[in-house]
Nanobody
């Protein structure tokens, strides 16, 4: 399975971006977005089950929206009202399982089998 991201860019504060992640090969089910800012640990943005039910980190809710198009094997992250602190490398991840881990366990990096190469988002 390969995950290929696109959509990273440099934007001004208040702007929007949409990241995409295409999964090739067999189709994983649970997918997630993570990000890593310089000098910080990688953190979960949100995850989405195979049926489209999503969950988010508390500080992401209402600003970011995760969605998927299973027919296109594509995961999306719509990011609105971007702030300088959203600057980071963004990664998509996938695991072979229909449902993502429950509770806060979806944030556990070790729970994912596949990772993208990352795409840079810079907000100034």
């Amino acid at each position: 399975v390969q995950l290929v991201e696109s959509g990273g860019d440099s934007v001004q504060a208040g702007g929007s971006l949409r990241l995409s992640c295409v999964a090739s090969g067999s189709t994983p089910r649970c997918m997630a977005w993570f990000r890593q800012a310089p000098g910080k640990e990688r953190e979960g943005v949100g995850a989405i089950d195979g049926d489209g039910r999503s969950r988010y980190a508390d500080f992401m809710k209402d600003q970011f929206t995760i969605s998927r198009d299973n027919a296109k094997n594509t995961l999306y992250l719509q990011m609105n009202s971007l702030k300088a602190e959203d600057t980071a490398m963004y990664y998509c991840a996938a695991r072979v399982g229909f449902y993502c881990p429950t509770g806060s366990r979806w944030r556990d990096l070790s729970g994912y089998d596949y990772w993208s190469q990352g795409t840079q988002v810079t907000v100034s």
